[in-house]
């Protein structure tokens, strides 16, 4: 499949979550890999629902995870396209009127589960002379419009789940187009498809059913041999096995976002989790492109633990270089020739990024140490013994030598109250590291005896 050209097309209708973050990280990716063509395509054909702050956000939440499509598109301005592939279809006897309402529809379908058979829908419509459907319109009826299936097994080799097939006997015609005239998102998706030369749709495993009728729409229209390939990956749930959903907000990217969750972190859970390859820290999407493999996605839902996240997150800043966050850093006036090495001193002790802002005082700015009862005169004795500048590395243990050598204290009775005092933390980063940076006047002013 050579330059494959794949798409994400979210509703517009609520936060994206990280089960949408794994539909469009796998398709990016999958792009990338294979220098092929992202689209980002808002299925807004709902006027109602879909809201602009909603696409906006969307766009947000992708670039923040580093998704950068190709094109965007939106489905509420190709109406006109819409419009014309009904009309060939209706030509075609592939698109019929109906006018059952829902309450018509519901009581079928009990009635033929109550007989033991499935609850697929009758084609009744298709019985109807002009004279039904004239009368049946002059009553106020409007009809929604279903698309007339061949009973036959469609077949595709799934990129996902391998050799895959569907008995289209076993579906209901589908409604392509509502009483009210709007679109359901089939058969945009399928004109928009075929209009942009998709090569490949990656999506959620919920979709697969659609497959066979999508198949037989896009021959419809596009002749034998138009469907793209198809890869149907598993599902994310919550930790208690939820389905996750736009509408409750629940694992939203945005919300994710706020709470201090590393962008790299996110992207990596989104594509690795329910995978044969371990989750761990990527430094970079490249590390992810690089071991991306579709056929490695595993064919059960996978529950997803925002616990385990917060650990990879954490993980993931140990793990990044200072040219990563030098820009980050700047943007909490984090710079100079302290920011290299602060960074690489206090990445190891973040849960979150923000951690940086309390470190950075530690080292730049004003702090409260803390003194324990008795360390009054050892801390005298620190501040009395404290070398002379210039400090790199070496001058903790060259001074906390020569402390143990005059006060005889050692290991937790040394090192804690220097700590403590220099710090004002239990613990934290090496101060073989902190201490050059926090420099010799303000160790001295911390060292000081307080309230002794």
Partial sequence: MPHPIVRFAPSPTGAIHIGNARTAL????????????????????DVERSKEEYAEAIEVDLAWLGVVPDRVLRQS??????DEAAQRLRRAGRLYPCYESAEELDRKRKRQQARGLPPVYDRAALTLSAEDRASLEAEGKRPHWRFRLDPKIIRWDDLVRGESHIDSASLSDPVLIRADGSYLYTLPSVVDDLDQKVTLIIRGEDHVTNTAVQIQLFEALGGAGA???????????SASGEGLSKRSGALSIGGLRDQGV???????AA??????????????????????????????QT?????ELAALSARTLHGLDFEAVRERLAAHDIAGHKAQPFWLAVRGNLTTFLDVIQWWRVVDGEIEPSVEDGDGEFLADAAASLPEEPWDETVWAAWTSALKATTGRKGK???????????????GPELALLLPLIGRIRALDRLSVRGA
């Avoid at 009775?413 to 613990?427: I, K, Q, W």
């Fill in 271 to 300: 594509v690795l989790i329910g995978s044969s390859t371990a989750l761990h820290p990527v430094a970079s999407l490249d590390e992810l492109i690089k071991s991306l493999d579709l056929a490695q996605i595993s064919r059960t």
């Fill in 262 to 268: 590393e962008a790299l972190a996110v992207a990596a």
């Fill in 77 to 82: 301005q190709r109406f006109a396209f819409y």
């Fill in 413 to 427: 009775a040394l090192f804690h109250p220097l700590r403590l005092a220099l710090t004002g933390r239990e613990n």
């Fill in 227 to 237: 469907a793209p390939h198809f890869a149907h990956h598993n599902l994310l749930s």
């Fill in 26 to 45: 796998l398709n990016f990716l999958y792009s990338k890999k294979h220098h092929g063509e992202f689209i980002l395509r808002f299925d807004d054909t």
């Fill in 303 to 307: 529950r997803f633990d925002p616990a």
